[in-house]
């Protein structure tokens, strides 16, 4: 049985953690969350948040094997953590070693069935394996759990593009702009889809917003 005075010891090491990182002190952050691991009263829920913190303390620092090592640690320490599996996907989709991610992606889904983001990256790596068929499949799959997520939308039309699909594409460009109209990326797919139908003037007028919105967006972000 864990004392008292233990738990306090570890609520301590906890926060003094966590105020480290919120201060941007990577180091010291880094050492909390090791002295916590090597707590010899630590829950192995406790070790694998604190491989968790690590591992993302490491990808600031630009070190990806270590954050990489440390993501591994937390699933092994818990192997129902979805998100050390979330965390090892992004990782490997960045590599753009989309079939690894793959792996991480389905087995974080298995804990976590209806996160739409992760969801939709999925969908991403198997449009980047041009496995189009899959990759369509799994932006559906985002859309039924949400029906207003622009990006599967956005995705799904540029996956339908690929295969010339082109209505069907159209459809998804068109539901991207209506819940987002200043979406420059989904006006200018749906006007080079329009220009290969042959329908010059929307497709110019699709450009035509897409340079405003990007336009302003840049002018924007100089503020």
């Known amino acids: 049985m864990i004392n008292m005075n233990t738990n306090n010891e570890i609520?301590?090491?906890?926060?003094k953690?966590?105020?480290?990182?919120?201060?941007?002190?990577?180091?010291?952050?880094?050492?909390?969350?090791?002295?916590?691991i090597n707590h010899s009263s630590t829950d192995k829920e406790l070790i694998s948040n604190a491989f968790l913190n690590?591992?993302?303390?490491?990808?600031?620092?630009?070190?990806g094997d270590l954050a990489?090592?440390?993501?591994?640690?937390?699933i092994s320490a818990n192997p129902n953590s979805s998100e050390a599996f979330f965390c090892m996907a992004y990782m490997e989709q960045e590599k753009e070693n989309f079939n690894?991610?793959?792996?991480?992606?389905?087995?974080?889904?298995?804990l976590k069935p209806k996160d739409v983001g992760a969801i939709n990256n999925l969908g991403n790596c198997y449009d980047r394996l041009n496995a189009a068929d899959k990759a369509i499949n799994t932006y559906?799959?985002?859309i039924l759990i949400d029906s207003k997520y622009i990006a599967a939308y956005y995705n799904r039309g540029n996956a339908y593009s690929k295969i010339a699909k082109d209505e069907l594409a159209l459809k998804d460009f068109n539901k991207a702009i209506e819940l987002d109209n200043n979406f420059y990326q989904a006006y200018y797919n749906r006007g080079s889809v329009l220009e290969r139908l042959g329908k010059k003037k929307m497709a110019e007028s699709d450009f035509k917003n897409a340079k405003k919105i990007a336009e302003d967006e840049i002018e924007k972000s100089k503020k």
Do not use: C, R
């Not at 690590?54 to 070190?63: A, D, I, K, R």
């Not at 690894?100 to 298995?110: G, Q, R, S, T, V």
């Open 100 to 110: 690894e991610a793959i792996n991480f992606f389905e087995a974080a889904l298995k």
């Open 17 to 36: 953690a966590y105020k480290h990182q919120k201060n941007g002190d990577l180091s010291l952050a880094i050492q909390g969350w090791n002295a916590l």
């Open 68 to 74: 990489y090592e440390s993501m591994a640690k937390a």
């Open 140 to 142: 559906s799959k985002a």
């Open 54 to 63: 690590l591992g993302n303390l490491h990808l600031q620092q630009g070190n």
């Open 11 to 15: 609520s301590d090491l906890v926060v």
